[in-house]
């Protein structure tokens, strides 16, 4: 599916959420306009862009270990080792995996997300996630939708507007997915953010990257009809299931986390 995609221009001018994370978790692949984007953020949001990382790991493992051999990574970002697939497949070799970004810094490291384990598949498009049909439909040719996925929505939809649509976003992915599926997704918040606001900093951040955090109720609504699997939606560090409980660290995370079975 990569091959033959034009590949559009990096935009340098502006900064990406993908590279400004790439930033935080100390990768290479960001611009000195990412960079200095990422420099007005306070240290907790770099501890946030750690946690939300490990999330993932413990999240897809987990997902992998309870039977789901097929993943769909939607704001898949710049790969950052392990990657899903390594993951899954650490788990499952014959497990599938489909990333979906729209960065094309992201499109240009297709190559190191299509390293599959022999027994398996990965591949990737590049599309966004408010077109969430025309994923599915290209996403069919790899995975078999009339089996269990694990969708995997992880720090994206904070950058998904209310006018955007994102709970009907999620509903069409999940529409299309067979009973058993998983949604596994982390989204961003202020309810955890330690004292007053600096409402400049943030206005500045916005301006750059529209976002929009939302408060735990919010959050919760991504998982209205599904089975919410044990502990709930919670901070990245409280979820865990058949690991040692993972270290929190000494800084709030400004995120919540959760996964459900589609029923």
Sequence with gaps: MASGVPKPQVDTSRPHSARVYDYLLGGKDNYLVDQQLADLLPDLVAHTARQNRAFMHRAVAWSARSGIDQFLDVGTGIPTQPNLHQVAQGVDPAARVVYVDNDPIVLRHAEALLVSAPEGRTDYLHADVRDPAAILERAGGLLDLD???????????????????????????????????????????????????DHEQERMYRSNIPNQMRTRAEVERFFDGLDLVEPGVVTPAAWFKDTPAPDAGDLPVLLYAGVARLP
């Design 147 to 197: 089996r269990p996925v694990a969708l995997s929505l992880v720090a994206l939809l904070h950058f998904v507007l209310d006018e955007e649509d994102p709970y009907g976003i999620v509903r069409t992915f999940l529409d299309a997915l067979a009973p058993g599926s998983h949604l596994v997704l982390s989204h961003a918040t202020m309810d955890t953010f330690p004292g007053p606001v």
